[in-house]
């Protein structure tokens, strides 16, 4: 049995963002990757002391899974539709309709259970995003947004990743484009609405834990573990854990950087705007200090270099600075100064 | 970062796999550029990994020995742990450490065992031995 229709794979940075301009840009609307990601006000900052993972609190460097779909959705005023299931197998049998329908389909799975994932790559992530295009015979035709080509995925693999259960499980999430997409957006306005409604959560939360303010308060709890005399072991296992949360997961925080600034680049030239060149370049270096940030503390964990809180701390603190100058050029956006 | 600075580190993490990364090319534009890995990164998976190779080995061993049972070392081979587990299967904490004492596990019902091996994707008549090697 062959069912589907032609679809262009694309490869993304990300899974969220990737999925959804592929998605955008199938049903009509071109729609990069950066403008995806930028346009749903993805960019973000939390330390959360008090949600914990293996024990250390919880570092996100964008808005948490589903904002971008959501967001893109709302933005755009697209027809996009979102199931869920409580039988895997109502959820497969709705898939095979869509896909026979011709939809292209997102769906939300997790990582682990997926076989074509390379071996050291499956952690139990239960909130990554693909889409499935077709089907042929036994097999899924599968673009995963992170991948460089697309891939197939067996039936039986495919229903256990999207049934997968614990955090931020899937309950089989499957969502597609109703039609095609919008026509006469002003994308100008929209970009303008994106980055100031972004601009609040970065630069104007009051709160300790979120935004830039959360970066400083992640500079000064390090240094603060380094005071602590019983923590020889607990710093490096910080440190470790931030970068893991930086580096590892989904793109990291310094790759959510560069494509904010590939975002604020795009929409450069698509509004002639001039802050967003401007800030393009400072949300460039925020992201080149992040990497910086993750480079030494790795040194630092492995001895190459010697520990020295202070010095992670003023980098972090760099990062807040960098990104600070970036938002102060974006909180109005249209503005010719 | 530059265009020329995206990491090329082959990690091996990526098991022959490139990521996509923006990067800022000579005219100032972003570009989309393939990376084979970064050493930064593959440090911080590869000390993951190794924390969950090492707790798979050590259940291994006392699974061996008789002082857990093979189910805890199945529950790492699945790279999960006990609230993971807990929350796959619908087991509190408790009643899953309770099925690692080996006498228990012993006598665990076909219905507890057919749980776990829909939640750990192995067969249950499996979930009773342990591999020959970890």
């Not at chain 2, 091996?12 to 550029?33: E, I, M, N, Q, W």
Request: net charge positive; aromatic share 8%.
């Amino acid at each position: 049995m062959t069912s589907g229709v032609a679809f262009q794979h694309r490869q993304s940075a990300h899974c969220e963002s990737g999925v959804m301009s592929s998605m955008v840009t199938h049903a009509g609307l071109p729609l990069s990757e950066p403008m995806a990601f930028g346009l749903s006000s993805a960019l973000a900052f939390a330390l959360i002391p008090f949600i914990k993972i293996s024990g250390q609190p919880l570092i996100a460097y964008r808005m948490p899974p589903g904002a971008i779909i959501r967001g893109l959705r709302r933005r755009l005023g697209l027809p996009l539709r979102r199931f869920t299931f409580r039988d895997p197998a109502a959820g497969m049998e709705a898939l095979d309709r869509a896909l026979s329908d011709g939809r292209v389909v997102g769906l939300q799975a997790s990582v682990y259970w997926l076989p074509y994932f390379p071996e050291d790559m499956r952690f139990h992530f239960n909130a990554h995003n693909l889409i499935v295009y077709g089907r042929e015979g036994g097999d899924y035709l599968v673009s995963d947004p992170v991948f460089e080509r697309a891939v197939r995925c067996e039936r039986a693999a495919l229903e256990k990743a999207r049934f997968a259960r614990g955090a931020l499980a899937s309950h089989g999430a499957m969502y597609f484009l109703e039609g095609a997409a919008p026509r006469g957006i002003e994308l100008p306005r929209q970009i303008d609405r994106a980055i100031r409604s972004n601009h609040r959560w970065m630069a104007a939360a009051p709160l300790p834990f979120v935004g830039l303010s959360g970066m400083r308060t992640l500079g000064r709890r390090i240094v603060k573990l380094s005071r602590k005399p019983e923590a020889t072991g607990a710093l490096p296992r910080f440190l470790a854990h931030i970068v893991r949360m930086q580096e590892e997961i989904g793109t990291g925080g310094a790759g959510f950087r560069f494509m904010y600034g590939a975002f604020l680049k795009e929409a450069a030239a698509l509004t002639g705007w001039p802050a967003l060149d401007d800030a393009a370049k400072a949300m460039t270096d925020a992201g080149d200090t992040w990497r910086l940030f993750a480079l030494r503390a790795t040194k630092m964990c492995k001895g190459r270099e010697p520990m020295e809180a202070r010095i992670l701390c003023d980098v972090v603190m760099q990062c807040a600075d960098r990104e600070e100058a970036a938002w102060k050029m974006l909180r109005r956006p249209a503005s010719r100064r | 970062m530059d265009e020329d600075q995206v990491p090329q580190d082959a990690s091996p993490t990526y098991g022959g796999h490139r990521k996509l990364v923006y990067a800022v090319d000579r005219d100032g534009s972003y570009v989309g550029v393939r990376s084979s890995g970064w050493d930064v990164e593959a440090a911080a998976t590869g000390a993951a990994l190794a924390e969950i190779e090492r707790a798979k080995s050590d259940a291994w061993e006392r699974a061996r020995d008789g002082r857990t049972s093979p189910l805890e070392y199945y529950m790492h081979l699945r790279r999960m742990d006990l609230a993971l587990l807990s929350q796959t299967t619908g087991f509190s904490r408790w009643r899953i450490r309770r099925h690692f004492r080996p006498e228990i596990h012993a006598r665990l019902s076909k219905r507890v065992l057919a749980r776990y091996a829909e939640a750990l994707g192995i067969d249950a008549e499996r979930l009773t031995r342990l591999v020959e090697l970890p």
